[in-house]
């Protein structure tokens, strides 16, 4: 399967449940005040925020009214270029240097520990040299489950036994990139909730850590999101927001929802990038955030 056609079936739930209603919008609806407000409560049913839904609404309005828009179809176009402009702005935008380090932080059930089997395929894919540092030493197996993807991928995995520290760890990983030259080195971490203010505390010591031992890296932290909370979504990364700087998400399971719409909310209510979508089950089922592709198939 092609990436579009990934990317579009992936938001096919998404899809089909916001063009219906769009569609009977967009048919019939005259462009005044009962449009937008309708329109506003559509793009929040399909997840995105109210100040977020509000602010889009307003901004397509007066571009429509400047443009002397009178049809559903060219004010649909209208609404697809917004889209795409507020997901494509500079300041919402990462691009990874390398040597890489890239710690991947999220709750339990994100599918965080999948994500990096698959950001290993695909750093490979583009003939990169690929390590994986197991830093999740809280959860039983969870270094055991790494190793599983990194035999499957054929690249290096830095692991101690269950219950040691993380840091420690951490410390091993980089000491043997810098040693073979490793272009990317992906750092797993124990899944947490805000309430579990040790293992919060615990990614701040990794990060001195990644600080203090290879400062030349470009280093990144991405949150891993499961996109069927929608909303909920939002809360961890304010929450890990106050013990790390964010780079960038995630979004994991994309597929599985017609809440899509958290995408937007996240461009512009944190201005944080989603970076890497996940489209499916398989190891190729990860692809880098594309906002054209986004709105087309959303809208």
Known sequence: MGLFKKIAEALRKTREAFRRKLDALFSHGELDDDFYEELESILISSD??????????EEL?????KLKLRTGDSVRELL?????????????KIEINYPAVITIVGVNGVGKTTTIGKLANYFKSQKKDVSLVAGDTFRAA??????????????RVIKHEEG??????VFDGITSAKARNTDVLIVDTAGRLHTKTNLMEELGKINRVIEREYPEAYKYTFIVLDATTGQNALSQIEHFNDYVNLDGIILTKLDGTAKGGVVLTISREYNLPVVFIGVGEGINDLEIFNAKDFADNMF
């Open 61 to 65: 309005r007066q571009r429509a009214r």
């Open 48 to 57: 995105v925020g109210v100040q977020s839904a509000m602010e889009i609404c």
């Open 142 to 155: 969870a270094s055991e489950q790494l190793a599983e993807w990194g035999a499957r991928n054929k690249v």
């Open 164 to 169: 040691a520290d993380a840091a420690a760890v």
């Open 80 to 92: 697809k270029d917004i889209i795409t402009e507020d997901l494509e702005k500079e300041d919402n």
